[in-house]
Structures are given as C-alpha cells and as structure tokens.
C-alpha cells in the first residue's frame, strides 16, 4: 500500500513536471534578430524620433537630467570626483501638476521641503554615475522625481527638531588606517550637522546621536541670521576647519553690522574627529556676504567662495548682487585673505534664466581646477522653474591664485579621460538621456537602475574606448512582473544631434533637442524565460562588428508597452517595462 502510494505520487509529479515544460515551452519563444529589427523599424510603429532631451549631445551641462540637485559640493577620492547636492524634488498640486508659475517661493518652503541629499560621481566629468538621494530625515536612497508620492513618513529617522538638508559640504581623511567621509549639511537655516560613512556613497550614519554639531546655543552663533552653509576644507596637516553662516538682516547682528559687513560669518576648527568643535566658532569679516560659504585647499592656497547678497552693487570691489566671490589665502584656513573678487556672474543674468539664488564649490580633478554651480536651466528645459540642477565649468588661476571670472556655459567641461567598457559599468551612469528615469533597487549594483524605459528612449555615454576591439556585449535587466513582456535594447554608437543644438540657446517646451541616427553595432533582446518574471537577468549578445577605438556609446530601447511622450507627471510613467542595471563589453 504504502509503495503504491509512492509510485501514484511519483507519477503524478511526473506528469506535472511534463506539463509545466509543455507551458513553458507554450510561453517562452527566442527573439530573432529579425524580431529585433522591427522593433526599432520606424515604418512598424518605432518613433520617428526618439524622445527629447534635457541636454544637447555634445554638452556636459547640466551634469545629471534624470533629477535634480542644488547647491553642489564636492569631494575627490580615488580619482573619482562626487557632488553631494540639496535634493531639489518635484511638489505636486491636488491635480497631480508640478507646482511651477503659481509658485511665489522656492522649493524648499513647500510641505516636505528639501529632505534629501542626491550624489553622483564621475571619473571623467561628463558620464555621472547616479547614486540616487539619501534622506537625513528620511527612508535612504530615494528618487523624488518617481517615488515622492511613496514616501513612508513612519520611517522617518527622529532627530529633534531636524527636518530639512540644505547645502552640503563634504570632505574625508585616514582615520584609524581607514577612510572616513563626512557630510556637513544645514537643517534649513537653523543649524549645522554631520553625518559619516566609510565609504563615500554611505551608508551614512549620525556620530551625533540626536544632537546638532552647530545650534543656537554654540558660542557666538545666537546672532547669525541664517546657521546654515557649511564649507569645510583640511588643511595640509590633515586639521578640518568649518565656514559656515548667512542672512541678510544686519539687525539680528546687533551693533555695528552694515550690508558691508553683516556679521554673518563664522569659522571653527575641527577636532581630529571631524565632528567636534575644537573651539568656539569666530565671527570673521567676509564683504557683502549673503550666503553660500565653501572652502577648497588648490594647490596649497585656500579659496575660501560666497554668494554676495542682492545689496551688493556699488562696493568698492566691483561685485554684483548674488554672484560667487571668491578670497585665496596663501597662509592656510584661517591666513590672510585677499579682498574679493567675482569668479561667477548670475545665472540669470549670465544665461537668461529665472534663476534665484547663487551656490557653488571649487575643486581641482586630475590637475585641473573646475567650480560646481547650480541653475534653473534643467527646470526650464522641462516648461517648469525654480528647481535647480548642478553645472560644472573649467577654472583657471594665476601663479598669485587670482581667477579671472569664469563664464557659465551650457557646454560644460571636457571630458577628462574616457570610459572602460570592459569593466562592470551601472547603466545608471549617464552622459545624456531621453526619457528615462533612475530609481533605487536593493537587488541591483549600485542598488540603482534605468527605469521609466519606453520605446524611443535612450541613455548616451561619451568617449568609450574600445582600444583593439570589442566583440560581445552583455547587459543586466530586470525583467518586468507582467505577461507577455518584450523589449530590446539597441546598441549605436556615434550618433548626431538633433533638434535645437545651438550653443547659445536655452531649452525650453518648444526648443527641444534629442539625438539621431548612429552606427547600430547591435541589439539585444528582453524576454523572459520561465521563472524569470521580477528577476535581474544577463543577456550577452554577438556584435554585428568588432567595435574599435573611442565613441560615444547610444543605448535605445524598445518596450513591448510602446511610446509615451516624455513627461514629468507621475501619472503617465512606465515603471513597469523593463529596467537597465549593468553592461560590459568584451573582447
Ligand atoms: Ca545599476
């Protein structure tokens, strides 16, 4: 009986075994690579052009298009250069619209404000490598431009009284044999705080516990107007110092402050810790100050950068309402300073936008020094303002440290060395782009991925170097949760521009600009096999050709769930096609 039993049972598995390959074999069909050339054939159904861009190709301004982030700061570390910046997130109305032109202030005095601090890095300045956003009072690593209607509010960490992180300032030494990363950032304008990690992308964690480094109740910090904008900077012997302060309303200062000098700014060093004050902060003389402090240490000098304030014009110095000015001391944090000078004009004066405020930061890559700003170009380009996006321009100074002004260009800076596509590169890593977006994954590298992928859309990287040649092309997808799902990826290289491309122009709803053409070096389809559905899978293909020398690098994609125009509304997203999480190339 009871081997009766066990062969029945057998049999019955057998049999559905037998039937569960008949329905996979039923659901699952290879693409063909006949398949794929319809895909991407304009005359089946293809866009005739792929979608608009927020960044002309051939531009390296602004940095990233697939989300915001203001108030640069940056840090080098192991010949990779990051930007920490205020994560600037879309606000919706009742209408599920993007609050824009009834909007009487800036992003940041709206419901949730700025809660996020968003990264990139690069290792050539013009391909960034999106890290996605932590939130110093919220849930890590969100994208605000996807998922801000998904915030958890339950889970957000409890530090008294914190709420916003505005303005970061970062900087990393050897401590203990190792690494160590800090993040100074502003809780709004009423105080100064720090987060670590020990790697630069985190995680980060507060070595505070539930204190502040900086409040009201710090010595000498009671009177400044705004306790925000930290600048931090270590000096050749390895000490932390940090500036910090801001505001314009002298009669918080007490006697004797005049727009001139409001009495605003202070500077401490830092314990060996990084995360103590060594001493009590001093108020220091900084002209016309407003806001914005930061402090780079290029080539033994130190420059020391502020946004004057919008009663500036008429000094004695030249300077003009809200630009970066810049004071070098060649005497270390705390020497002799020189009186300042413009380094960066306004972006709306400068590029016709309706930019606001003014924030940026030096800092020298690879021998080269470069200052990091913000504007509202990104914004505009998407028929929206007020929200802001970091650019990067080149900076040169004399033998004395003496910068001539720099001016703001939507070019960008050059591409300082090219990219590796025999090594694990995150999709996520982006020169320009059409139509996607990036959102946080545990599951992928660098827990982020290319998502929002709809046909037409497209990821470019520059100046790939494929040395001696590259045969085989392999990608990481997550195949979509749904039936009946297929997409495909199309390799090009080397395409044109297109649409409105003039270096002088500023994007906007109806000048648009986007990309053409290329050389199709080959494709790879997305289908999931049996028991693939909501999994990251490597596809690996045969290139059409061997791929030799440098090229700018296309990504297009195909999605069996079509085209939809590009759009900034939440409700007409595609965040269940496929997703793009890795590539490599081999030889
Ligand atoms: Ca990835």
Request: proline content about 5%.
């Amino acid at each position: 009986m009871k081997n009766k039993n066990r062969a029945v049972f057998i049999s019955s598995m057998f049999i559905l075994l037998i039937i569960f390959i008949f329905t996979a074999c039923q659901t699952y069909r290879e693409i063909t690579k006949s398949d794929m050339e319809k895909f991407f054939d304009t005359h089946r159904g293809f866009p005739d052009t792929l979608s608009n861009s927020f960044k002309v190709y051939g531009f390296a301004n602004p940095v990233a298009t697939q989300a915001f982030g203001a108030d640069p700061t940056a840090l080098v570390y192991n010949d990779r250069v990051y930007l920490y910046m205020s994560n600037d997130t879309f606000l919706y109305d009742d209408n599920g619209y993007v609050h824009y032109e009834t909007q009487t202030a800036e992003t940041f005095s709206y419901g949730k404000g700025i809660q996020g601090i968003r990264v990139l890095s690069s290792e050539d300045l013009v391909n960034w490598t999106c890290h996605g956003a932590f939130n110093i009072t919220g849930p890590e690593n969100t994208n605000p431009l996807i998922d801000s209607a998904e915030w958890d509010d339950s889970q957000l960490v409890e530090i008294s009284g914190v709420n916003r992180s505005w303005a970061p300032a970062a900087a990393w030494k050897m401590i203990d044999g190792k690494p160590k990363f800090f993040l100074y950032w502003g809780n709004g304008g009423s105080g100064v705080s720090v987060v670590t990690a020990d790697s630069p992308t985190g995680p980060w964690t507060y070595p505070l516990g539930r204190r502040m480094l900086i409040t009201r109740n710090t010595p000498n910090c009671d009177n400044v107007h705004f306790l925000f904008d930290p600048g931090v900077v270590i000096d050749n012997e390895g000490n932390g110092y940090l500036f910090f302060g801001g505001g314009d309303n002298i009669s918080v200062a007490g006697g004797g402050a005049t727009m001139a000098d409001t009495k605003m700014a202070r500077r401490v060093k830092l314990n060996p810790d990084m995360i103590s004050l060594a001493e009590d902060p001093e108020q220091w003389r900084v002209p016309y100050m407003f806001e914005a402090s930061e402090i780079a240490n290029i080539g033994g000098k130190y420059y020391y950068m502020y946004s004057t304030h919008n009663s500036t014009e008429g000094n004695p110095f030249g300077l003009g309402n809200a630009v970066l000015a810049y004071m070098v001391s060649s005497d270390g944090p705390f020497g002799n300073y020189t009186d300042p000078k413009t380094v960066l004009n306004h972006p709306q004066r400068a590029l016709g936008t309706r930019d606001s405020n003014n924030h940026g930061v030096m800092f020298e890559f690879k021998g080269q020094a470069y200052i990091a700003y913000h504007t509202q170009m990104l914004a505009e380009a998407m028929g929206i303002f007020r929200y802001r996006a970091t650019h990067i321009d080149r900076m040169n100074m004399d033998s004395n440290g003496i910068i001539e002004e720099i001016p703001l260009t939507r070019k960008g800076a050059a591409q300082a060395g090219h990219l590796n596509p025999y090594i694990v590169n995150e999709a996520e890593t982006i020169g320009v782009q059409g139509g996607i977006y990036t959102r946080p994954h545990s599951e992928a590298g660098n827990k982020t991925v290319v998502t929002s992928i709809d046909t037409g859309d497209w990821v470019l990287v520059y100046g790939v170097d494929f040395d001696s040649g590259a045969n085989k092309f392999s990608a990481i997808v997550r195949i979509p949760e749904r039936d009946k799902y297929t997409g495909a990826i199309e390799l090009r290289i080397n395409p044109e521009a297109d649409g409105h491309t003039d270096a002088n122009t500023n994007l906007n709803a109806v000048k648009t600009t986007r990309i053409k053409g290329g050389e199709v070096i080959g494709r790879v389809p997305v289908r999931a096999k049996p028991g693939e559905k909501g999994k990251f899978i490597t596809v690996t293909v045969d290139l059409d050709k061997t791929v030799t020398g440098i090229n700018d690098l296309v990504f297009v994609f195909y999605s069996s769930l079509g085209v939809k125009p590009l759009t900034i509304f939440p409700d007409n997203r595609h965040k269940d096609a496929f997703e793009f999480d890795q590539w490599q190339f081999h030889k």
